[in-house]
């Protein structure tokens, strides 16, 4: 069974940081584009961050670049999003995909979705 699994998601406070995971089962993340993506309060999703399949350069992370990082670990079959400098703004349920297409951008190009996982940025 193809599963992504999120993790990591809470409360903090402005300027803190959060270690998101994802954790892929039923198949081999590596092969995949990996996505993260949010979805705030009454706002549509929107991509985060992503990493290729192919080389594991980092795109689509305009707005967040400089505070936000993707990695991953294929021993474990994981994917991280490394979260500093929290804004308020942030607050959003984020989620992980996985896409057969490498530099995949769009939502629609992502096959595999997790649950979320609910971070919130408050004082």
């Known amino acids: 069974q193809v599963q992504l699994v999120e993790s990591g998601g809470g409360l903090v406070q402005p300027g803190g940081s959060l270690r998101l995971s994802c954790a892929a089962s039923?198949?081999?993340?590596?092969?995949?584009?990996i996505g993260w993506f949010r979805q705030g309060p009454g706002k549509e999703r929107e991509g985060v961050t992503c990493?290729?399949?192919?080389?594991?350069?980092?795109y689509c992370a305009d707005s967040v670049k400089g505070r936000f990082t993707i990695s991953r670990d294929n021993a474990k079959n994981t994917v991280y999003l490394q979260m500093n400098s929290l804004k308020p703004e942030d607050t959003a349920v984020y989620y992980c995909?996985?896409?057969?297409?490498?530099?995949?951008?769009?939502?629609?190009?992502?096959?595999?979705w997790g649950q979320g996982t609910q971070v919130t940025v408050s004082s």
């Open positions: 990493i290729s399949s192919s080389d594991g350069s980092t």
């Open positions: 039923g198949f081999t993340l590596d092969l995949y584009a």
């Open positions: 995909a996985a896409s057969v297409v490498d530099g995949a951008k769009n939502l629609d190009q992502y096959d595999y």
